[in-house]
């Protein structure tokens, strides 16, 4: 035989978790949430200045991991000197993926003096979900040769055509 006390509590417990329960699930998802607006998150510059080994030790180990990035699949000392440049990895979280979305990077290189080059990367259609997305621009081979290593960046984020977020180098102006 069940204790009636002991049901009645047993059922005032449960009535209270299924109550609870929904709007506490709903409060910790809603905390774990998206972000509300599109941002770029950061901007990394890694150059490549030469094809010589960075070295072996410790501290030369994110170096020497991205020139075996950067130089794979290049076996003559040409295709080599090609991939010697200015690499821009840029991150940004996309809030409204139902939108267009444009990133332009605006720089200046050294053999260009003040004059401001442009070039950008497009997203036209509608993206599946709100996510993280990482934009690459590279600057080597015969472009590099003509205009020189980058001296100055500005990473734009327009939604809908509206800037909603930049990020600059330190000697922009």
Do not use: N
């Not at 990133?103 to 997203?123: D, F, N, P, S, V």
């Amino acid at each position: 035989m069940i204790d009636k006390g002991a049901h009645l509590v047993y059922l005032s417990i449960m009535r209270i978790l299924t109550t609870i329960l929904p709007i506490f699930a709903a409060a910790l998802l809603g905390a774990c949430s998206s972000y509300e607006h599109s941002f770029i998150k950061e901007v990394s510059d890694i150059p490549l200045k030469t094809v010589e080994d960075p070295g072996t030790d410790w501290s030369s180990a994110p170096l020497r991991s991205h020139a075996k990035y950067v130089l794979f699949g290049a076996e003559s000392q040409g295709e080599q000197e090609d991939r010697v440049g200015d690499y821009y990895f840029v991150t940004w979280y996309d809030a409204e993926p139902a939108k267009r979305a444009r990133i332009l990077m605006r720089y200046t290189q050294a053999a260009t003096g003040a004059k401001e080059l442009k070039t950008e990367k497009i997203y036209p259609v509608a993206r599946p979900t709100a996510a993280t997305h990482t934009e690459r621009f590279f600057f080597t081979g015969e472009e590099r040769r003509k205009r020189g290593d980058i001296l100055t960046w500005r990473m734009e984020l327009y939604v809908d055509g509206k800037m909603v977020d930049s990020k600059q180098s330190y000697l922009w102006e």
